[in-house]
């Protein structure tokens, strides 16, 4: 099993189910954690040499937004930001007690909780985001006002929050050069300019074509830990996978990532023994067939077992 630097022992993760889509319109993907659960996921990590801390899904009961229009663009704010400021306490929490942070979303507005939650106890860490998209939008460049298109805004202190209130609690915690993105292939203009205009790496499908996917990896891991020295969190959307191997996620694009090429990154970044926190988001299982359903389940409890040490030989 693989030694980690920052964990305490005996080796203990902490998951954290997350039935939240109030980021997104699309219902169902508050499901997605219950999903992976039931298909076995704690036993599998269990297998594999850890102590597993669950205490059942976080079902939100005490946040209510019922009256909650919209801010400019923004849909559902308050909801938003009270149920991610609940997470980013909960991952610090577990942090503080030495266990690694695994979230099971749910949308990815949560990693706005879930990174702050990190930073919280580890200052010096470091983002690997892998996504077919950025969701690095702000309040002015939104089509859509959705918040899972934003957290990364939030996290780098690019939307204000003193113009939204309602998101106070929120730190700029993360600095442009702490955050590299793998897998990138459906961004909004705006999005763009806001990489170009702060220097943050990206590595798109552009890159996985051309370097191979090992080589984007060490080149994300040379960029944001050149020491290799320093806490990982991992924050990857299964979108991020082309839609023939992970079909049943909210915003498909295709032209993503190969089931071995998802894995593969998982389990380089375990192999650095530097993995503090994994988010795996946007799991939705009401979208499509009961088959692709399954077929996305499975493939989301594999890339878990896969960043925490489970290896093919």
């Known amino acids: 099993m693989t030694s ?5 022992e005996p080796k203990t993760v902490a998951i954290v189910g997350c039935p939240f889509s109030g980021g997104q319109p699309r219902p169902g993907v508050d499901d997605g954690p219950i999903h992976l659960v039931n298909a076995g996921l704690l036993d599998q990590l269990s297998e594999l040499g850890w102590t597993v801390d669950f205490g059942g899904h976080h079902q939100f009961e005490e946040i209510s937004a019922a009256d909650d229009p919209p801010i400019g663009k923004l849909k559902n704010p308050r909801l ?14 577990h942090m503080r007690q030495g266990k690694l942070a695994l979230t099971l979303g749910g949308d990815h507005s949560l990693a706005m909780g879930t990174i702050s939650g990190t930073f919280s106890q580890y200052p010096d860490a470091v983002v690997v985001w892998v996504d077919a998209h950025t969701d ?3 309040a002015e460049t939104t089509d859509s006002g959705n918040i899972h298109g934003m957290p990364v805004s939030f996290l780098l202190g690019l939307q204000k929050v003193d113009q939204l209130p309602a998101f106070s609690w929120v730190s700029p915690v993360l600095k442009p050069n702490k955050i590299v993105y793998i897998g990138l292939r459906d961004v909004d203009a705006g999005e763009k300019k806001i990489l170009k205009d702060y220097g943050i790496k990206a590595f798109s499908m552009h890159e996985v074509d051309k370097y191979g996917i090992g080589k984007v990896v060490e080149m994300a891991l040379d960029h944001v830990n050149p020491g290799r020295d320093l806490p990982i969190h991992l924050s990857f959307d299964v979108d991020a996978l082309d839609p023939s191997v992970a079909p049943s996620t909210g915003t498909p694009v295709r032209g993503g990532l190969t089931f071995r090429e998802g894995h593969y ?13 994994l988010d795996l988001m946007e799991v939705n299982p009401s979208l499509l067939d009961p088959v692709s359903v399954e077929q996305t389940v499975k493939v989301g409890c ?8 489970e290896t093919l030989l």
């Open 302 to 309: 594999s890339l878990v077992r896969s960043a925490l040490g």
């Open 265 to 277: 990154i998982c389990e380089a970044i375990c192999e650095t023994g530097l993995l503090v926190a």
């Open 80 to 93: 938003v930001s009270r149920v991610t400021g609940a997470v980013a306490e909960t991952i610090g929490g």
């Open 136 to 138: 690095i939008n702000t």
């Open 4 to 8: 980690h630097r920052f964990l305490s």
